[in-house]
């Protein structure tokens, strides 16, 4: 197992930029697919990106798409989450998690290992 750890959330105006930060420990970093969850007061967890275990191959959601980019460095045990042109409905408690099963990158049920999240707020 990794154990994760994200940073760098914060209150940001509308069209501003974060960038997240997710620090694992454990020598398997650079095994697993690692994914960006998130969740908004009284909903769902949802996917957001995801990033394959050597960076090849990376997959966002439609709502983010062009405007977040996932990122690794393996060497570092860190994956990133840039996000641009931030809207209000993008403020939630952002997770990272690694992919430990076979279903779909997609899903969060497929991730076994989550960090404790990290507070994005968009302002209007």
């Known amino acids: 197992q990794v154990q994760l750890v994200e940073s760098g959330g914060g209150l940001v105006q509308a069209g501003g930029s974060l960038r997240l930060s997710c620090a694992a420990s454990?020598?398997?970093?650079?095994?697993?697919?690692m994914g960006w969850f998130r969740q908004a007061p009284g909903k769902e967890r949802e996917f957001v990106a995801a990033?394959?275990?050597?960076?090849?191959?990376?997959y966002y959601a439609d709502s983010v798409k062009g405007r977040f980019t996932i990122s690794r460095d393996n060497a570092k045990n860190t994956v990133y989450l840039q996000m641009n042109s931030l809207k209000p409905e993008d403020t939630a408690v952002y997770y990272c998690a690694a992919r430990y099963y076979r279903g779909s990158v997609y899903s969060q049920y497929d991730y076994g290992s989550w960090g404790q999240g990290t507070q994005v707020t968009v302002s209007s």
């Open positions: 990033i394959t275990s050597s960076g090849g191959s990376t």
């Open positions: 454990g020598r398997t970093f650079s095994t697993y697919t």
